[in-house]
């Protein structure tokens, strides 16, 4: 059984910084795409970041690129989301995600099968 556990979330004023961290378990964390998914009220689900399995490759959504960056240790089994320059469009609950199948960069839909229980990121303005 994977489970993720994410942590870190929190209030921070506009122009600010948090970091995400996400601790997984259950399997070889190694062979896994990592990501993570926000949802913000009234908003669509939106993949703000993903890493491959080894953590050579890496893709943002273009509402996080320069600001957002995502890593992992796989000898920790974590991986984390830096947020710099933050803005109060960032205020969503953000997902540490895990693929379903190893050696898979694509975490859409049914490719992202474990999803972590969310961490509350509030932006103020």
């Known amino acids: 059984q994977v489970q993720l556990v994410e942590f870190g979330g929190g209030l921070v004023q506009a122009g600010g910084s948090l970091r995400l961290s996400c601790a997984a378990s259950?399997?070889?964390?190694?062979?896994?795409?990592m990501g993570w998914f926000r949802q913000a009220p009234g908003k669509e689900r939106e993949l703000a970041a993903r890493?491959?399995?080894?953590?050579?490759?890496?893709s943002y959504a273009d509402s996080v690129k320069g600001r957002f960056t995502i890593s992992r240790d796989n000898a920790k089994n974590m991986v984390y989301l830096q947020m710099n320059s933050l803005k109060p469009e960032d205020t969503a609950v953000y997902y540490c995600?895990?693929?379903?199948?190893?050696?898979?960069?694509?975490?859409?839909?049914?490719?992202?099968?474990?999803w972590g229980q969310g961490t509350q990121v509030t932006v103020s303005s």
């Open positions: 259950g399997r070889t964390f190694s062979n896994y795409a």
């Open positions: 995600v895990a693929a379903s199948a190893p050696y898979t960069y694509d975490l859409s839909g049914s490719n992202s099968a474990f």
């Open positions: 890493i491959s399995w080894s953590g050579s490759s890496t």
